[in-house]
């Protein structure tokens, strides 16, 4: 089969996965729709600590930008959660296609390298499944490439429009108040707009007026959600949160060579192998080591956190020894079995299972939702408009507060802590947990729905497929 064949086999590929439900990381709920649904939509939803008035650390701003559209549309022709999360899904996987294919033929000189970074860069699983899920990473990765193109643009004519200038402050803004570390990504690629800014004093104080007007706009909408006196930076907070190991003690620490030794092989696999040297001094290639680099200086090290470089990489890749056509189908072999794994059955029946609860008509005042080794559950599925709900987790919550949760998160608890929690709950109770987690319980446990799109590499010791829907037995 050639490329062009496996190339166009991916574009389907793509879109199938938009409509499969796995769960990468509880941000990509937590920091977007299950915000949006609470403010806007009215739903009663777990807002995380980083949207708390008390806690402001993350924009309202490119959230609006992005989703608010489809919010609104869900509120006007009231789509359920599941149909709204589709539709954000799949205008995240249309962005990635297109702002990737146009950013890497600007970025690269030839034709020929413009098709293999496309190729490359489309046969990745981070683009087939990551991209399309409603991360900031996701994001971010669009606004890294659209601003190389344009100081690309820059660095090879010397002149340009003005409104060029005007996007790429629109840009940098965005990035910025969408995450923190964008910035990190374009430290050493900046480099090469200092010539055109000295040779043209008035591009500049374009680009420093209309960067502070933007960020004026973002300013004043956090300002006014978050219902506060004072005027709200929210990424300051953010990058004051993350300068603290305290802080990021509570979300993991990792050795700082975690992104190099261990995600970046992650996400290529043999993929590695292809990197050549001749690229070095490309722009993707500065931006690579600037982001890289930089990022690695946090102790707190998550895979997602990379999802740039999964394009830049792919304009540092050469296919031309003939050994490389043997690293291309295990390349490709590789990212079919990790698109299947982390695009289908990662945590995959957490939200079907949400859908479920939604569908039979869950109500959290007669009945206790308790998850137990699974991520949290995104709670905006369950459309819970106009209720009190009370969310608590096995972490944040002590054992007596834990037993008046509406919705607990039991996290992955001692199976004799769980026991005990279960028989103190003094209402009917729905256990949401692993099929293999479930045998644990025998004889307490009576089914009620399961599905079978579901893995846990969380507790391999009791690795089974499926999820379950099950009553607690008093």
């Keep these: 089969m050639n490329w062009r064949s496996i190339y166009l086999l991916s574009i389907p590929f793509r879109i199938l996965l938009v409509f499969e439900l796995s769960y990468i990381h509880p941000d990509e709920h937590f920091q977007s729709l299950e915000v949006l649904c609470n403010y806007f939509l009215g739903y009663s939803t777990n807002l995380p600590w980083e949207f708390s008035p008390e806690t402001p650390s993350r924009s309202f701003g490119p959230l609006l930008l992005l989703y608010g559209p489809s919010i609104i549309a869900g509120k006007w022709f009231s789509l359920p959660p599941l149909s709204i999360y589709f539709i954000c899904k799949l205008q995240l996987c249309l962005l990635t296609e297109l702002v990737t294919h146009w950013c890497l033929y600007k970025l690269m000189a030839t034709k020929k390298e413009r098709i293999k970074a496309v190729y490359l860069n489309s046969l990745s699983y981070i683009t087939l499944v990551y991209q399309s899920h409603t991360f900031s990473n996701s994001v971010e990765t669009l606004i890294v490439l659209l601003c190389l193109a344009i100081i690309n643009e820059l660095k090879i004519e010397h002149r340009t429009s003005y409104s060029t200038i ?273 045998l644990l319980l025998e004889g307490m446990l009576s089914e009620t729905w399961t599905y079978f799109y579901h893995i846990d590499l969380d507790h391999l010791e009791n690795f089974a497929f499926g999820i379950g829907v099950y009553d607690v037995i008093n």
């Excluded at 104080?205 to 960067?211: D, N, P």
């Excluded at 706009?217 to 506060?228: E, P, W």
Aim: charged fraction near 15%; include cysteine; aromatic fraction near 14%.
């Design 166 to 438: 005007i996007w790429l402050a629109f840009l940098i803004t965005f990035g910025v108040f969408n995450r923190i570390t964008f910035l990190a990504w374009l430290l050493i690629p900046s480099y090469h707009l200092l010539p055109y800014f000295f040779s043209n004093f008035k591009a500049l104080i374009l680009f420093i007026l209309f960067g502070l007007l933007f960020s004026y706009g973002f300013i004043a909408t956090d300002t006014l959600l978050f219902n506060s006196s004072q005027w709200l930076l929210t990424p300051i907070n953010n990058l004051l949160y993350n300068l603290n190991n305290d802080n990021l003690a509570v979300h993991g620490l990792d050795s700082r060579l975690k992104h190099v030794l261990v995600n970046i092989p992650t996400m290529l696999g043999p993929g590695l192998l292809l990197f050549s040297r001749k690229h070095v001094n490309s722009l993707p290639f500065f931006s690579l080591v600037s982001g890289v680099c930089l990022l690695s200086v946090f102790p707190h090290q998550e895979l997602r956190f990379l999802m740039p470089a999964i394009p830049l990489l792919s304009c540092c890749f050469d296919v031309q020894p003939r050994f490389s056509k043997y690293l291309l189908k295990a390349f490709i072999a590789f990212n079919v079995i990790m698109s299947i794994v982390m695009g289908v059955f990662h945590q995959g029946g957490v939200v079907p299972a949400l859908n479920e609860l939604h569908s039979i008509g869950y109500c959290p005042s007669t009945t206790v939702q308790v998850w137990w080794r699974t991520y949290k559950p995104p709670s905006y599925f369950l459309e819970l408009s106009n209720q009190t709900v009370r969310f608590t987790n096995k972490d944040q919550d002590s054992k007596d507060e834990l037993l008046k949760g509406d919705i607990i998160d039991a996290m992955g608890m001692r199976l004799e802590d769980l026991s005990v929690l279960l028989s103190k709950i003094d209402r009917p109770i729905k256990l949401i947990t692993p099929v293999g987690s479930s």
